[in-house]
Structures are given as structure tokens and as C-alpha cells.
């Protein structure tokens, strides 16, 4: 198993530009989220999906949208990127809630200049 | 409302010491509780949990945790320290009484864990 796997791993974006964050999990997960994690501040969610077709919003969803059209992938799309969304971004998976382990992947670094 | 305290940012350690690294947490039913660690320039690992039963919680990497209801602490500890332990740790914590919407997991800020040799 791949686990949780993210593209890209870096990238720089002006401001105004869109980019979408890609995740997959081969690992049949049914819960996907999306994280951003910002120095000395833990991990703020920011979106998350319970099954395909499914996704909502977390502590942080301003800026951001989600799609989930199948188990496997759940993309993070910033449509007018802005420098407060400077940060890592990280997705997980865990096959349930609230009692299962969430497993991470390695996280994209976005700069937004 | 759930929280997450992490009160040092950083916890220093001498190789072979036992280390212990601190969490209180705040629900308002059973807490479940996590502990994940995070490597430079890596996702979170999973380390350990709990969920009931037993407070002494074994994990990965021979790392422990100890629940204690009553001070409302999930303190990680390792009975010595490697330096291969040095990463970023995160306590997490969800409400196992909430019954509404989306119960989502509370990350603490993180501490920092320095093993010297």
C-alpha cells in the first residue's frame, strides 16, 4: 500500500492564481480531510468527506473548496490564492470516526507571493 | 468545547533519560485521546491511543502514555530516550459524548522534543 500520497510536494503561487492540491489513499478509507498546518499553531481543519459524494466544511474552509467523486481522491482547490494561505497543507484518511487513527500524508508546501 | 494544552513548546532530554511530554485536554463527555509525531519535512505518524479501558496505553517506538481522569491529562512518556526521538509532538483529542454534526479531532500546538546524545 501507498498509504496517503499528495502532488505536488512544493509549489509558489502568485496571488490571484488557483491550483488544486491532489490526495489519494489506496487503503479504502471512507473518511478523507484536509489540514493546514501553520508554525506554533497544531493542525486547523479545513474540509472533510464521510464517503464519496460527501464533503463539509471544518474550522477553516474560507478560500478553499473540496470534491470527493470517489473513495480513493479527495482534491483541495484554491480558486484566488492569497498570502494567508501560505502554509503546509496535509491530507489523512481513517476508515471511521471518532475512535480510528487518522493516517497522514507527506504534506504540500505552499508559498503564495 | 473541546481544547488541547501542550504547555511546553519544547522538552529537552539527555540520550538514555526518561522523557515525558505533557498534554491536558478539555471535553465534555469520555475523551478520546491520541498521540501522533512528526518527523522534519513528514506527515504526522500515528504513535498511540486511548479509547477505554486500561489508562496505561503501550504504543509504537516504546513509547506510553498514562490517562488520568482527574487532572485530565494523556502525558507520553519513554522509559529512555533515543536520539532518533527528536521530532514535533502532537496530542489530539475528540469528545466521545458529542452527538451532533461532525465530531472532529482537536490538535494541540505541538511540542518540540530535543535528545541530546
Known amino acids: 500500500n501507498a498509504g496517503v500520497t499528495q502532488t505536488p510536494k512544493f509549489r509558489i503561487l502568485k496571488i490571484g492564481q488557483s491550483m488544486t492540491l491532489q490526495c489519494a489513499q489506496d487503503m479504502n478509507h471512507n473518511y478523507m480531510y484536509w489540514y493546514r498546518q501553520d508554525p506554533g499553531m497544531g493542525l486547523k481543519l479545513i474540509y472533510y468527506s464521510v464517503g464519496a459524494g460527501i464533503t463539509d466544511k471544518g474550522e477553516v474552509p474560507n478560500g478553499y473548496n473540496v470534491s470527493r467523486s470517489t473513495t480513493e481522491d479527495f482534491p483541495l482547490r484554491l480558486e484566488l490564492a492569497a498570502p494567508s494561505q501560505t502554509s503546509v497543507y496535509f491530507c489523512?484518511?481513517?476508515?471511521?470516526?471518532?475512535?480510528?487513527?487518522?493516517?497522514f500524508g507527506p504534506g504540500t508546501r505552499l508559498t503564495v507571493l | 468545547a473541546q481544547s488541547v494544552a501542550q504547555p511546553e513548546d519544547q522538552v529537552n532530554v539527555a540520550e538514555g533519560n526518561p522523557l515525558t511530554v505533557k498534554c491536558t485536554y478539555s471535553v465534555s463527555g469520555n475523551p478520546y485521546l491520541f498521540w501522533y509525531v512528526q518527523y522534519p519535512n513528514r506527515g504526522l505518524q500515528f504513535l498511540l491511543k486511548y479509547i477505554t479501558g486500561d489508562n496505561l496505553v503501550k504504543g509504537s517506538y516504546g513509547f506510553e502514555a498514562e490517562f488520568n481522569k482527574s487532572q485530565t491529562s494523556f502525558h507520553l512518556k519513554k522509559p529512555s530516550a533515543l536520539v532518533s526521538d527528536s521530532a514535533l509532538y502532537f496530542c489530539?483529542?475528540?469528545?466521545?459524548?458529542?452527538?451532533?454534526?461532525?465530531?472532529?479531532?482537536?490538535f494541540g500546538a505541538g511540542t518540540r522534543l530535543a535528545v541530546h546524545p
Open positions: 489530539a483529542v475528540r469528545d466521545s459524548g458529542f452527538s451532533g454534526g461532525y465530531n472532529k479531532l482537536i
Open positions: 489523512a484518511s481513517s476508515y471511521s470516526a471518532p475512535r480510528d487513527e487518522q493516517f
